[in-house]
């Protein structure tokens, strides 16, 4: 059975920074898988926050996030990280794991094979 359990999150002032942590089956963290985060705020959609190719490394990121957050994976731990630093009040959400399979295009269009169950993150003033 394929799980990815997020954890990592937590309160923290705006300014502050967090790390993120998906751990993965190891089904899920072969190349044949793309790792991504999204974001799901109250009352708004779930978007699209950076991805990670399963074939090359290459990463992904939300326009407006560029510069502050930061995907990696750890192949041996089986592991997808997300550094988020610079947090705003806005940065507050839910954040979800994800992996998809097919081209990398898939998992930005929220074209995902599985989902973790979130973690909160709360930024404060």
């Known amino acids: 059975q394929v799980q990815l359990v997020e954890s990592g999150g937590g309160l923290v002032q705006a300014g502050g920074s967090l790390r993120l942590s998906c751990a993965t089956s190891g089904r899920t963290f072969s190349s044949t898988y793309h790792m991504g985060w999204f974001r799901q705020a109250p009352g708004k959609e779930r978007e699209f926050v950076a991805a990670?190719?399963?074939?090359?490394?290459?990463?992904y990121y939300a326009d407006s996030l560029k510069g502050r957050f930061t995907i990696s994976r750890d192949n041996f731990k089986n592991t997808v990280y997300l550094q988020m630093n610079s947090l705003k009040l806005d940065d507050t959400a839910v954040y979800y794991c994800a992996a998809s399979s097919g081209g990398i295009g898939r998992i930005q269009q929220r074209q995902v094979d599985y989902w973790g169950q979130g973690t909160q993150v709360t930024v404060s003033s």
């Open positions: 990670i190719s399963g074939y090359t490394g290459a990463t």
